[in-house]
């Protein structure tokens, strides 16, 4: 069988079993066991086992535990609450001030916890309540949240930008300041569409929402403990600031530095919050190492994968076509980032099989499942307004980066 077959028999099997809800490593490496099986027999069970293990065994890759533990530290903590309180205080009275305050709390959560689903319900489970009190639209409640829980991949440090880096031998402290400005950019594109979708439903006053009076009088008399909230959230902020200017300024390794912000972040957690008993404790230490193996078993089978196409000369046959086809950067480009978005139908938000979609609607069940694919689908589509503004000014990303690092 050639190689352009058998790739495609290949790509087919990969998307039948995610489509039917494997998860994603099992299915890398169930399709990957089978193609070499068919293509080389039972002698490639030995190098199918040391692909495995020799891809994680990477010390790099120790930063990735790290991190997760340092999220887990802060999801797991009251640190939302306060963060959502903090943002409220100051951006509660801006039109549309409180689902802006709700992206801006995303943001930041997102980028302390590195988790999309930690996000969604840390802050959804106060913003998406309080936002359907004050009358604005279940779309824009929901479809806020779905999509501020993803910006954590942008906003540095980003688990995923560790993987990307170690994987194409790219400087981990360069891709963590890329992501600075594309960063915030989206969460300003989303903050945009926010105010507009409000102003298109009517704006968000109805029977449901209280009045101006008594939303003053709420606020002012919440200021004390807002401002209280402010003081316990700082500590996070500054081991992050900490965390990144020991990655530009080159005084620690990426695993260094996310060992001891997870050393922080860990004891900050229980001595601002007080959590003393093991109850708490246990449940970060259990969710770091669900997620961390999750996340290296992921690895491990994407590297199985890679070897079993290159094996089978499917990557070779697939470079070379690419090669061949007289097409300029901007359809290559194009080609790249629609297989992302195919890709991403797997993934956080992007519909249909979108996990932060039905985090929120476990978190709001009274709202309707199309409500929620509706409310989310605009602020899909400023990722894609994002992904072209990225395209035509490069810059964008590396402004930043080579104006520090050169």
């Given at each position: 069988?050639?190689?352009?077959?058998?790739?495609?028999?290949?790509?087919?099997?990969?998307?039948f079993?995610?489509?039917?809800?494997?998860?994603?490593?099992?299915?890398?490496?169930?399709?990957?066991?089978?193609?070499l099986?068919?293509?080389r027999?039972?002698?490639?069970?030995?190098?199918?086992?040391?692909?495995?293990?020799?891809?994680?065994?990477?010390?790099?890759?120790?930063?990735?535990?790290?991190?997760?533990?340092?999220?887990?530290?802060?999801?797991?903590?009251?640190?939302?609450?306060?963060?959502?309180?903090?943002?409220?205080?100051?951006?509660?009275?801006?039109?549309?001030?409180?689902?802006?305050?709700?992206?801006?709390a995303?943001?930041?959560?997102?980028?302390l916890?590195?988790?999309?689903?930690?996000?969604?319900?840390?802050?959804?489970?106060?913003?998406?309540?309080e936002?359907?009190?004050?009358?604005?639209?279940?779309?824009?409640?929901?479809?806020?949240?779905?999509?501020?829980?993803?910006?954590?991949?942008?906003?540095?440090?980003?688990?995923?930008?560790?993987?990307?880096?170690?994987?194409?031998?790219?400087?981990?402290?360069?891709?963590?300041?890329?992501?600075?400005?594309?960063?915030?950019m989206?969460?300003?594109?989303?903050?945009?569409?926010?105010?507009?979708?409000c102003?298109?439903a009517?704006?968000?006053?109805?029977?449901?929402?209280v009045?101006?009076?008594?939303?003053k009088n709420?606020?002012?008399?919440?200021?004390?403990?807002?401002?209280?909230?402010?003081?316990?959230?700082?500590?996070?902020?500054?081991?992050?600031?900490?965390?990144?200017?020991?990655?530009?300024?080159?005084?620690?390794?990426?695993?260094?530095?996310?060992?001891?912000?997870?050393?922080?972040?860990?004891?900050?957690?229980?001595?601002?919050?007080?959590?003393?008993?093991?109850?708490?404790?246990?449940?970060?230490m259990?969710?770091?190492?669900?997620?961390?193996?999750?996340?290296?078993?992921?690895?491990a089978?994407?590297?199985?994968?890679?070897?079993?196409?290159?094996?089978?000369?499917?990557?070779?046959?697939?470079?070379?076509?690419?090669?061949?086809?007289?097409?300029?950067?901007?359809?290559?480009?194009?080609?790249?980032?629609?297989?992302?978005?195919?890709?991403?139908?797997f993934?956080?938000?992007?519909?249909?099989?979108?996990?932060?979609l039905?985090?929120?609607?476990?978190?709001?069940?009274?709202?309707?499942?199309?409500?929620?694919?509706?409310?989310?689908l605009?602020?899909?589509?400023?990722?894609?307004?994002?992904?072209?503004?990225?395209?035509?000014f490069p810059?964008?990303?590396?402004?930043?980066?080579?104006?520090?690092?050169g």
């Amino acid at each position: 069988m050639d190689p352009i077959t058998l790739g495609i028999i290949v790509a087919i099997g990969l998307i039948f079993m995610m489509a039917i809800g494997t998860p994603i490593a099992f299915a890398l490496g169930g399709v990957s066991l089978l193609a070499l099986l068919y293509d080389r027999g039972l002698t490639e069970l030995t190098y199918f086992g040391e692909t495995f293990f020799d891809r994680i065994a990477e010390f790099g890759f120790v930063a990735i535990p790290m991190f997760i533990l340092m999220g887990a530290a802060v999801a797991s903590s009251p640190t939302g609450r306060d963060l959502y309180r903090s943002l409220d205080l100051w951006m509660g009275r801006l039109p549309a001030g409180l689902a802006v305050s709700n992206i801006g709390a995303c943001s930041i959560f997102a980028a302390l916890s590195g988790s999309s689903p930690a996000t969604c319900a840390a802050i959804g489970k106060m913003g998406i309540p309080e936002m359907r009190t004050r009358g604005y639209p279940d779309g824009v409640a929901a479809g806020c949240i779905a999509a501020g829980g993803t910006l954590g991949i942008l906003i540095p440090p980003s688990v995923t930008m560790i993987i990307y880096g170690i994987s194409t031998e790219t400087s981990i402290g360069r891709l963590f300041i890329a992501g600075v400005v594309p960063g915030f950019m989206l969460a300003g594109l989303f903050m945009i569409w926010t105010i507009i979708a409000c102003k298109l439903a009517g704006g968000y006053a109805n029977p449901l929402a209280v009045s101006a009076e008594k939303l003053k009088n709420t606020v002012q008399q919440n200021v004390d403990s807002n401002l209280k909230a402010v003081v316990r959230v700082l500590p996070f902020l500054g081991v992050v600031a900490g965390i990144l200017f020991a990655l530009y300024g080159g005084v620690a390794t990426p695993s260094e530095a996310a060992g001891v912000g997870a050393f922080l972040c860990l004891m900050l957690a229980i001595l601002i919050y007080r959590m003393w008993q093991i109850g708490p404790i246990k449940l970060i230490m259990r969710d770091s190492l669900r997620e961390s193996v999750m996340i290296m078993l992921v690895i491990a089978c994407a590297e199985v994968f890679a070897y079993a196409l290159s094996s089978m000369f499917i990557t070779q046959t697939v470079a070379a076509a690419i090669a061949d086809m007289d097409v300029n950067r901007w359809v290559l480009m194009g080609v790249i980032n629609v297989f992302l978005l195919v890709a991403g139908f797997f993934l956080p938000i992007t519909p249909p099989v979108g996990l932060n979609l039905f985090i929120i609607k476990g978190i709001a069940p009274d709202i309707s499942l199309r409500d929620i694919l509706v409310g989310s689908l605009p602020y899909a589509l400023c990722m894609v307004l994002a992904i072209l503004l990225l395209c035509l000014f490069p810059g964008i990303a590396l402004w930043l980066p080579n104006l520090i690092m050169g």
